[in-house]
């Protein structure tokens, strides 16, 4: 069979806008997509008990790829509750998020380690609340893996890559990923690699990120940073995400959330979702329409209406 099979997963909140907006956008380019809609989020575990029911695992295993909205994740414990997309990625094993910051002058991305580190899931309670055990998982094979896509993004861009860590404090795991980082850079030598630590990653990014090509962090470090980096490139209406492993299947999303308080209103910057949609057009290997969608996608302005942006989108899209 020709063509690709999409599972759109809108989730919560203004996932429900935004990934209806970008299918628009996919379905104006005139692919031999199909697509097909699954559910998750909290909406489905409070009326389902299960955030991400099996069904919507088995739609996912049998599309060539996800379009994922936001979930809305409570910030206390909810017995049974898991975040949908933490459950995908480890699912689908998609090890790398890639996250790409373009605006202002700046165009960097962030390589995220997406399996493990503080998102183990392994954290327990002690001494009535007081203390809080957290396995910070850090292993050579998951660093060697990361490290090895960040230098692959590195050689199609400005060959530069960061390696970002906190070895002088967390010295036997950052210490284990920044040692596998470096070994594996030095097998290419067409890279210019340097290290920060990542309370300077932090600062460098804010006083000027425009030097920056490509870093590579563990999972914590990777979701805070790319926040920040969002924050300079004009915010989080433009950041779209890739998680993408070794298989065919990846889970292509909005860096934003679901953001309850505006959500309903028809007023979401659906630039991100369609940027996240373009992403995945590239994942898919339809390279032209992906660079198209971009490039007017970053050349529009949101209006603040879902609806007139997503028109404005489409109506400048040039055809092939
Ligand atoms: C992100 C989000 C997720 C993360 C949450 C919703 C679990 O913040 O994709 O950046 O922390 O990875
Ligand atoms: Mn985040």
Redesign the pocket.
């Known amino acids: 069979m020709s063509g690709h099979l999409i599972t759109l997963i809108n989730g919560d909140g203004i996932g429900k806008e935004v990934i209806p907006a970008a299918r628009r956008v996919l379905e104006a380019l005139d692919l031999p997509l199909t697509f097909q809609d699954a559910d998750a989020g909290f909406g489905t575990f409070e009326r389902s008990g299960d955030a991400l029911p099996l069904e919507t695992i088995r739609l996912c295993e049998a599309s060539d790829s996800i379009l994922f909205g936001a979930t809305q994740?409570p910030l206390s414990k909810v017995a049974g509750y898991r975040?949908p997309?933490?459950r995908l990625r480890q699912h689908f094993d998609l090890f790398a998020n890639l996250r790409p910051a373009v605006g202002n002058g700046v165009d960097l991305l962030i390589v995220r380690e997406n399996t493990e580190g503080m998102y183990s899931g392994r954290e327990r309670l002690e001494d009535g609340g007081a203390t809080a055990i957290l396995d910070r998982v850090i292993t050579a094979r998951a660093s060697e893996r990361i490290a090895r896509a960040a230098c692959e993004q590195a050689q199609r861009r400005r060959r530069k890559l960061t390696i970002v860590h906190k070895a002088n404090v967390l010295k036997e795991t950052c210490g284990l990923f920044r040692q596998t980082a470096l070994m594996v850079t030095s097998a290419y030598p067409d890279l210019a690699v340097d290290e920060l630590l990542v309370d300077t990653a932090a600062l460098k990014l804010v006083q000027d990120a425009r030097p920056f090509d490509v870093l590579v962090t563990t999972n914590l470090f990777g979701?805070i940073l790319?926040d920040l980096a969002a924050g300079l490139t004009g915010g989080l209406g433009l950041a779209a995400s890739a998680n993408v492993g070794s298989g065919r299947i990846g889970v292509f999303?909005p860096?934003h959330?679901s953001a309850p308080d505006i959500a309903g209103q028809g007023t979401a910057d659906p630039r991100a979702a369609i940027l996240s949609a373009a992403l995945l057009l590239d994942h898919l290997s339809y390279a032209d329409q992906a660079a198209r969608v971009r490039a007017v996608t970053y050349a529009t302005p949101h209006t603040g209406s879902t609806a007139a942006t997503t028109a404005g989108i489409i109506a400048a899209l040039p055809t092939a």
Do not use: A, P, Q, T
């Open positions: 994740s975040s997309i933490l979701d790319s999303e860096v959330g």
